[in-house]
């Protein structure tokens, strides 16, 4: 069973060393653990700083790509380096190294396949008020759109089962956190949580440079992943709003009519009009798109089946496969 922890990183020369230090050489139930880092277009001694540490592997990008794109490059790494199991944390070292067990236990265990680690976010002293309740907002709304109960969805501190990270996609370019968790819930991979610890601050965080700015992002990152993964609901409910106005102005112009005083409500009429029309209009679009998500699963499926094949004739001899050859080479 090989585990490698991933570390994407954007100039983290004087907290990389940090949080590599803390991180675990022996798991019991893990046979071999490698390390490695995304260089996301570092302009310090990121990279140094790492092959001085020892770091198995660099995913190395010449110009910032942005966190979501640096994921997904360090999880096709992973899977092509043979990983059984896929943790990822932070450069900045606010997560405790320690806690990596507790991800990866309930993958020996087989008992799920996605784990994720819940922050005490009301105990964590560095995030101001408003920040705590727009993650537990931002959490809530995760949990509804992906019909899952976890309780801190912006945390990258997760593992993955190498099964669960072939099923991963990433079509947003802000970050990984929410849509991967909307995703998950909505294709039925088995995901769970565990509770975790954080270490001090040391530095701020650099995805987002103001709370509106997070929000705003966030909220465009949820609404995407729900109308990918569930089209018609989407649209049916966006829909629903006009064509009930609509019909609603449209029984009181028949009520005016039975009156005897529908000659100057026709300004009503016209406007219900357009309000059912642009109900039913996305209605329509909301099946179209379900159709389209129905296409979008089958190419999901063969993608998963290629990447099966792909990673499979890509695997790297382990460090215990490779002794045994290698006494097998000097035994002949």
């Known amino acids: 069973m090989k585990l490698i922890i991933q570390i994407p990183c954007y100039n983290e020369a004087e907290t990389l060393e940090i949080a590599l230090n803390d991180l675990p050489q022996h798991i019991k139930g893990i046979d071999e653990?490698?390390?490695?880092?995304i260089n996301d277009g570092s302009t310090d001694e990121t990279v140094k700083v790492a092959r001085d540490w020892g770091i198995d592997y660099v995913v190395n990008f010449k110009s910032n790509k942005g966190l979501a794109y640096?994921?997904?490059?360090?999880i096709d790494a992973c899977l092509r380096n043979g990983a059984d199991i896929i943790v990822n944390t932070d450069a900045d070292n606010q997560y405790s190294g320690k806690d990596i067990e507790k991800l990866v236990i309930p993958i020996l265990e087989e008992k799920y396949d996605i784990v994720i680690g819940t922050r005490?976010?009301?105990?964590?002293q560095h995030f101001s008020f408003l920040k705590k309740k727009l993650q537990h907002l931002g959490s809530w709304t995760v949990r509804k759109a992906s019909n899952?109960?976890?309780?801190?969805a912006p945390s990258g501190f997760r593992a993955y089962s190498r099964d669960?990270?072939?099923q991963l996609n990433v079509f947003n370019e802000y970050t990984y956190t929410l849509e991967t968790i909307v995703q998950a819930g909505r294709e039925k991979i088995a995901m769970s949580s565990v509770p975790i610890?954080?270490?001090?601050?040391?530095?701020?965080s650099r995805l987002f440079h103001s709370m509106w700015g997070y929000v705003k992002r966030s909220s465009a990152t949820i609404i995407r992943a729900f109308m990918m993964y569930k089209p018609l609901r989407f649209f049916a409910v966006v829909g629903a709003i006009p064509l009930i106005a609509g019909i609603v102005l449209g029984i009181r112009y028949i009520i005016f009519i039975c009156m005897g005083d529908a000659g100057g409500h026709i300004q009503s009429l016209i406007l219900a009009s357009i309000l059912i029309l642009m109900g039913f209009m996305t209605i329509i679009i909301g099946l179209q798109a379900d159709i389209i998500a129905a296409n979008r699963k089958i190419l999901q499926d063969i993608q998963y089946r290629i990447k099966r094949i792909?990673?499979?004739l890509t695997l790297v001899p382990t460090k215990k496969e490779k002794t045994e050859n290698?006494?097998?080479?000097?035994?002949?």
């Open 310 to 312: 792909e990673y499979d």
């Open 326 to 332: 290698g006494a097998k080479y000097a035994a002949k």
């Open 70 to 74: 640096g994921f997904m490059a360090g």
């Open 33 to 37: 653990i490698e390390y490695l880092i």
């Open 197 to 204: 610890k954080t270490n001090a601050e040391l530095r701020p």
């Open 120 to 124: 005490p976010i009301d105990q964590t």
């Open 164 to 166: 669960a990270a072939m």
């Open 148 to 152: 899952t109960d976890i309780p801190d």
